[in-house]
């Protein structure tokens, strides 16, 4: 049994890592801004989640909470996430995702905790260069997220370097599942099959992009932190495959029969308006040979096991 520390408990993946850590017997101090239902049950459940609440850019509400805990490790998940809510406020997402782990790294440092799992992203690439890349692929951010998600690993290495932290950064994809609050593929494509209602993307069938299920990345957390020692600083946890979003279209029509979702051809851009980076597949070569990362979703049985969810939860 360990103590574990987790930043954005309330957000989509926190809180399935949260569930995920107490179910095995872990004891856990879940850190947000805010506590919705599933947060909340979690914590009446059992009495192995504490629930704190703070802001992450607030330095004495994490330097309490690493203080008063003193975790075996901590999960940082706590961002602003997202390219469209990172441009609508750029220096929100700075402050909150730059500031927010700068508060971590240095609470941690003073109080003696060293290791910290760091929840990165593929937007710290810009352009994929190729269809399928690896973690040495040059990082070349262009919207404030991923800039700021690329400084917080830069950051976390100079800890590494200077303070003796272990920082690891697992760089997942686009993350869907039960819980999605975002408005994005594959979520709107799911709801609109599932609720009945046609809905037409003008643009985006040729855009192809890594989808990884959140249960395969909830996985690869949690080898990660139960590795004892680290080779490399950073992992890709995703699906390692790159469908392409008129595929994934098919799979819905497929999977739910009488949906009537379609996708014009072309890129794919954030609300018709916001350019999205070329992307690929995320090569998961190291996460397996490392971690023994084995994702347990592929595209068409995620799609499946999302929609089933989401017609429970109607």
Not at 111 to 128: C, M, P
Not at 256 to 272: E, K, L, N, Q, S
Request: glycine share 10%; with cysteine.
């Amino acid at each position: 049994m360990a103590s574990i520390v987790v930043t954005g408990a309330n957000g989509f993946i926190g809180v399935e890592i949260v569930r995920a850590l107490a179910a095995r017997g872990d004891r856990v101090a879940a850190f947000d801004v805010a506590v919705g239902p599933a947060l909340r049950a979690l914590a009446e459940g059992g009495g192995r989640v504490t629930i704190v609440p703070g802001e992450i850019s607030e330095w004495h509400h994490v330097a309490n909470l690493i203080r008063d805990h003193r975790p075996d490790a901590v999960v940082h998940c706590a961002a602003i996430v997202g390219v469209v809510a990172s441009a609508q406020a750029p220096f929100a997402t700075m402050r909150v995702n730059v500031g927010g782990a700068l508060n971590v790294f240095e609470a941690m440092r003073l109080f003696g905790v060293t290791r910290v799992l760091n929840l990165s992203t593929e937007e710290i690439y810009g352009d994929f260069r190729a269809a399928r890349i690896d973690e040495s692929h040059p990082c070349f951010p262009s919207m404030p997220y991923g800039i700021s998600k690329f400084a917080v690993e830069q950051i976390g290495r100079d800890y590494a370097r200077d303070h003796g932290l272990d920082v690891v950064n697992l760089r997942t994809c686009w993350v869907y599942g039960p819980g999605l609050p975002r408005p994005r593929v594959p979520k709107i494509l799911v709801d609109a099959a599932v609720e009945g209602r046609a809905l037409h993307i003008p643009s985006g069938g040729d855009f192809r992009v890594d989808h990884v299920y959140v249960d395969d990345l909830v996985s690869g957390v949690l080898a990660a932190l139960d590795k004892p020692e680290h080779r490399f600083d950073a992992y890709h946890i995703a699906s390692g495959e790159a469908p392409s979003l008129a595929e994934i279209v098919d799979v819905v029509d497929d999977l739910v029969p009488g949906a009537r979702i379609t996708v014009g051809p072309g890129h794919y851009a954030f609300g018709d308006r916001v350019r999205v980076a070329r992307k690929g597949a995320l090569d998961i070569a190291r996460a397996a040979a490392e971690l023994g990362y084995r994702p347990r979703f592929d595209i068409r049985r995620g799609l499946a096991a999302y929609i089933d969810a989401r017609r429970a939860a109607r």
